[in-house]
């Protein structure tokens, strides 16, 4: 496709369940960026992909979060255990490599009740 | 570590009058500096980039930035402002040549609001 896809663009889960959010980036792009979105905040960044090498993981904020791209391309963000605070727009980032602009998707809007 | 202000939480302005979002940085170097829009619902779309040369930019929709080294500074500005232009403005720094693949680190965003 043109831009970033990410499904599903809403999930509504219970506490306690595990999610799994997906991306599909610009076709060729290198770089992939996983970044989340609380109500009325910038995103901030949660991980970060250079092909299939998961290069950074810093701002994932718990073990209950995981993140994959195993052929370098499609990529999903795991989520364990869901907790209310988990409640968040996921985004999700590519660019052809480390020094172009990031393209992001539409985001996934996550609601654990 | 880096960090970025932005500080106008809201901005009302009339159409067609000019704008001037504020974004100041913390960075130890010179970093890449990026303007963000997002309207409700949408991801991010980028307006405009810094990465070095001249510091007055050019962006999308007339959108136009000047980094000024000496502020920590780049606001984002437009001389004439369309109702089309209500969105969240994000303002965001990234690391040149940095591990993290120039991830970038946000403003908390300016919510602008279009008066007809």
């Known amino acids: 496709g043109a831009g970033v896809s990410q499904s599903p663009r809403y999930k509504v889960a219970k506490r306690g369940q595990d999610v799994a959010l997906r991306c599909d980036p610009i076709?060729?792009?290198?770089?992939l960026f996983w970044y989340q979105q609380a109500l009325g905040q910038g995103p901030e960044f949660l991980t970060y992909f250079q092909n299939e090498a998961q290069l950074d993981k810093s701002g994932l904020p718990s073990d209950r979060f995981f993140a994959e791209r195993p052929e370098g391309s499609v990529s999903t963000l795991k989520i364990q255990r869901t907790q209310q605070e988990d409640s968040a727009v996921y985004l999700c980032?590519?660019?052809?490599?480390?020094?172009?602009?990031?393209?992001f998707g539409d985001g996934t809007r996550l609601s654990i009740l | 570590a880096q960090s970025v202000t932005q500080p106008d939480i809201h901005i009302t302005v009339s159409e067609g009058a000019s704008l001037e979002l504020r974004c100041n940085y913390s960075?130890?170097?010179?970093?890449?500096l990026f303007w963000y829009v997002q309207s409700p619902g949408q991801g991010l779309q980028l307006l405009l980039k810094?990465?070095?040369?001249?510091?007055l930019v050019q962006g999308i929709k007339g959108f136009e930035a000047e980094f000024k080294r000496s502020q920590s500074s780049f606001n984002l500005r437009k001389p004439s402002v369309h109702w089309s232009d209500a969105a969240e403005y994000f303002c965001a720094v990234g690391q040149p040549g940095g591990g993290g693949g120039n991830k970038l680190t946000f403003g908390t965003g300016t919510q602008l609001k279009v008066e007809l």
């Open positions: 076709s060729g792009h290198v770089s």
């Open positions: 960075y130890g170097a010179t970093p890449y």
């Open positions: 980032a590519s660019s052809l490599s480390n020094d172009q602009p990031q393209h």
């Open positions: 810094y990465f070095s040369g001249d510091t």
